[in-house]
Structure formats: structure tokens, C-alpha cells
């Protein structure tokens, strides 16, 4: 049993730490982003990383203090709250998008190129990618060794030929902005950074994490914390990397796919037109990689909620999650997309606030006073968010309209603020 974790397991820790984040969301939103700000991608980048990168590295800090698990997280507004709020968090970054989204974006960028794109291809795809994920979580003891220092150093190499590419040989001239973009590139950037979905993931792989820490003998709780800190840090550096390289390639390629819908086909069309038929092995190589090793954190990280929650096994939940994953990719990548954006605008505010909330927990007297009031408040703006995300905007009344910030997508942001202001300062009264 040791008591510290050596250099080498440090390392491989962010490592995994990193493999677990970047995902299906990281690989091709950024892309996207970089295609429709242009000349105004470094404001767009700057939002992006806010919500893309400094999220969730500060969510991981906060579930680090706290114990790193959901129920830790969400103990001040109640039991039944915090089941509702971590079942909410659970579904969408596991069963319902996040991990069947993983499969679809590998499967067309990866592999449709060299075994097509018809349902006969992608249901066979489909079946052995959920297979092979479902494997690798029935052992989530060996994820540091399986992840951490295996596939993640294949995935970091495939990245920094890439990354390298698209600041060496760029495909083309940088153009204008487009859209929103031109008037507000870097609330746009934040926007985009909630498709990636790193922050509820942060929520997720923070007991991950954690557990990966244990594995090791680690039991000191202030060393735990450290560690994991060390591992967000690790892999917030790496996220920041990618997400900077390929906004810079979607800027740069946009005449290779000026009708893109997202980020993948920006991304064949660079790989095929810098690297020739070489490009679509490294890109599959790329993408297998990140999502498979993703795929793996979310659901491992489900069967271990879950199976606290309900009367089922870890293993038991974690054939249910992978046989459900491969029912629901089959729909599609832009079908996930579509119906995903509406339950995140719905979700981010919440999310957002709850690490806030989390990291100044020392602030509070009594957390509940402070913690419950401004949920409520952010998860009632965020619902609207979604409605009108969702294009329910006619049941949205229009005095949450004229909230400055609603037509960028940040109009929970203002009345977050004040119910925070007034509860904190409840807070410190009752105290008195």
C-alpha cells in the first residue's frame, strides 16, 4: 500500500485525466467556432475556453474539496434536489447524448470514409464501439493503466501532428465572421463551449478520478484533493492546446466545406487535403481514440452513481447504459445535436452556478440559504433558455426577453447575480 503517488503515475493521472475530456463535443465544435468568427476566432477562442476549459477545471477543483462526488456537490439544496439534479446530469452526459454522441462522431469521421455511411455500416459500428466501451468500464480499476499510459500517449502524438498541421500547412486565408460572430464572438465562443459538455462532465469524472487516485492506495484526503487538482490542471493545458489549434484550422478552412453543419466535415476536408489519403487514417486514429476512451469514463462513471442508486450492480448498469448508448447513436450525429442543444441552454446555468456556489462554500454561514434561492433562480432562466433554444420562444414572457444578454444566450446570467447578492446578504444577516 503506498501513501504518495510516484512522478510516472502522476503523469499517466492527467493523462487519463485529459483522454476522459476530450471527447466527440471537443473534436468538433472548435472547428466550427473557428469557421464562422474568422478574423474574430481569438475572441470566439477566448469565450469558448472559458466554458470549454476553465469550467471545468474549476468544477473539478470543487468536487475535489468536496469529496468528489455529485451527492457531495449538491448536499446543501437536499437529497431529493440533488438526486434530480445529478439523474439530470447523469442521463445527458451518459445514455441520452453525450456517450452515443461519441460513437456517431467517430463512426463519421473516422470510419465512414472507408466502410461508408449507410445504417448497415453505422448499426455494425455502432454495435462493436459500445462493446468494446463496455469492456473496458466492467474494469474500472485498470482505467490509469488502460488510459493513462497507453492510449492517451497514441492520442496526444495523433494530436500534435494535427494541431501541427493546421499552424503549418493552413488550407486557406482566414475570412469574416459570419452571423452572431461578427457583433459578439466571444459570448458566441461561450455558447459553444456548453456543446462540448465538459463541465457536466467534470461533475461526472470527478469520482472517476478519484477512484483512480484510490486505486493506487492513496487514502489521505488532503492528497487526494491535491492530486486531482493536479490531474485538472494537467488536463485543462491539453484541452486549451486542441481547442486553440483547431479553431485555428476551422478558421482557416473554410472553403473546403463552406456548407458545414459541424465541425466534422471541416475536419475530413483538411486531413484530405493536407495529408492525402494518409489524412483519413490519422483523423480515425484522432477520433477513435478520444471518444472510445470518453465513452469509457462516462459510462463506467454512470454504473457507479447508478448502481448507489438503484438496487443493480455496477456491471449490471454498466451493460444497460452501453445497450441503451447503442440504441439511441443509431438515430444520428445531427439528430443528437439538435435535440442536445435546448437540454443544455436548460442545464449550463444550473451547472454553472452550482460550482460557483461550491467553490465559495466557505462564504456561507448556512450553504442552504445561499445555495437553494439561487438555483431556483437559475434553473427557472435556464428552462426558458431552453424553451426558446427549443424554438418555444411564444411561451417565454417577454420581460425575460428584454433581460440584457437573452438574444446572446446569456440572460440568466443578471437575475443569477442578484438573487445571489440577496440571499448572501440573508445569509450574513440571520447570522447576526
Avoid at 474574430?40 to 466554458?51: E, H, K, R
Avoid at 459541424?262 to 486531413?271: H, N, S
Avoid at 435546448?342 to 461550491?358: C, E, G, K, N, R
Wanted: aromatic share 8%; charged share 5%.
Amino acid at each position: 500500500m503506498i501513501s504518495t503517488l510516484k512522478i510516472r503515475d502522476l503523469i499517466a493521472l492527467g493523462f487519463m485525466t485529459f483522454a476522459l475530456f476530450l471527447g466527440a463535443g471537443n473534436i468538433i465544435f472548435p472547428p466550427m467556432v473557428g469557421q464562422l468568427s474568422g478574423n474574430q476566432l481569438w475572441y470566439s477562442a477566448l469565450g469558448f475556453l472559458l466554458t470549454g476549459v476553465g469550467l471545468p477545471l474549476l468544477t473539478v477543483v470543487a468536487l475535489a474539496r468536496v469529496g468528489g462526488g455529485m451527492r457531495a456537490l449538491t448536499a446543501p439544496i437536499g437529497k431529493a434536489a440533488g438526486i434530480l439534479l445529478g439523474v439530470l446530469v447523469y442521463l445527458t452526459i451518459g445514455p441520452l447524448f453525450a456517450t452515443p454522441r461519441t460513437a456517431m462522431v467517430s463512426f463519421e469521421v473516422g470510419f465512414s470514409p472507408f466502410i461508408g455511411a449507410g445504417g448497415t455500416a453505422r448499426a455494425i459500428y455502432t454495435i462493436v464501439y459500445f462493446g468494446t466501451v463496455m469492456l473496458l468500464a466492467l474494469f474500472p480499476g485498470r482505467l490509469l493503466d488502460t488510459i493513462g499510459k497507453v492510449i492517451t500517449p497514441v492520442l496526444i502524438v495523433a494530436l500534435i501532428v494535427l494541431g501541427a498541421a493546421a499552424i503549418i500547412v493552413p488550407a486557406g486565408v482566414i475570412g469574416q465572421p459570419t452571423g452572431l460572430y461578427v457583433d459578439a464572438p466571444l459570448s458566441q465562443g461561450f455558447i459553444q463551449g456548453y456543446h462540448t459538455m465538459d463541465a457536466l462532465g467534470a461533475m461526472v469524472f470527478g469520482i472517476v478520478i478519484i477512484n483512480a487516485i484510490r486505486s493506487r492506495g492513496i487514502s489521505d484526503a488532503h492528497l487526494v484533493t491535491r492530486y486531482a487538482i493536479v490531474a485538472g490542471i494537467v488536463a485543462a493545458v491539453g484541452l486549451a492546446l486542441v481547442y486553440l489549434a483547431l479553431i485555428f484550422l476551422g478558421a482557416g478552412s473554410g472553403g473546403l466545406a463552406p456548407d458545414a453543419m459541424t465541425g466534422a466535415p471541416i475536419l475530413t476536408a483538411f486531413v484530405g487535403h493536407v495529408f492525402g489519403p494518409m489524412g483519413n487514417v490519422l483523423l480515425a486514429v484522432v477520433i477513435t481514440l478520444a471518444c472510445v476512451t470518453t465513452a469509457v469514463g462516462l459510462v463506467a462513471a454512470c454504473g457507479d452513481y447508478f448502481s448507489t442508486l438503484l438496487p443493480m450492480s455496477y456491471r449490471s448498469v454498466v451493460i444497460v447504459i452501453s445497450l441503451l448508448s447503442t440504441v439511441i447513436a443509431y438515430q444520428g450525429l445531427e439528430q443528437l445535436i439538435a435535440v442536445s442543444i435546448p437540454v443544455l441552454s436548460a442545464i449550463y446555468p444550473v451547472a454553472i452556478t452550482l460550482v460557483a456556489l461550491s467553490l465559495a462554500f466557505r462564504l456561507w454561514c448556512r450553504p442552504s440559504r445561499v445555495f437553494i434561492p439561487t438555483l431556483i433562480v437559475a434553473t427557472l432562466f435556464g428552462i426558458m433558455d431552453g424553451l426558446t433554444a427549443a424554438g418555444f420562444a411564444y411561451l417565454v414572457p417577454q420581460a425575460v426577453s428584454d433581460i440584457p444578454g437573452t438574444n446572446l444566450g446569456l440572460g440568466w446570467l443578471m437575475p443569477v447575480l442578484l438573487a445571489l447578492a440577496a440571499s448572501a446578504a440573508y445569509d450574513r444577516l440571520s447570522r447576526r
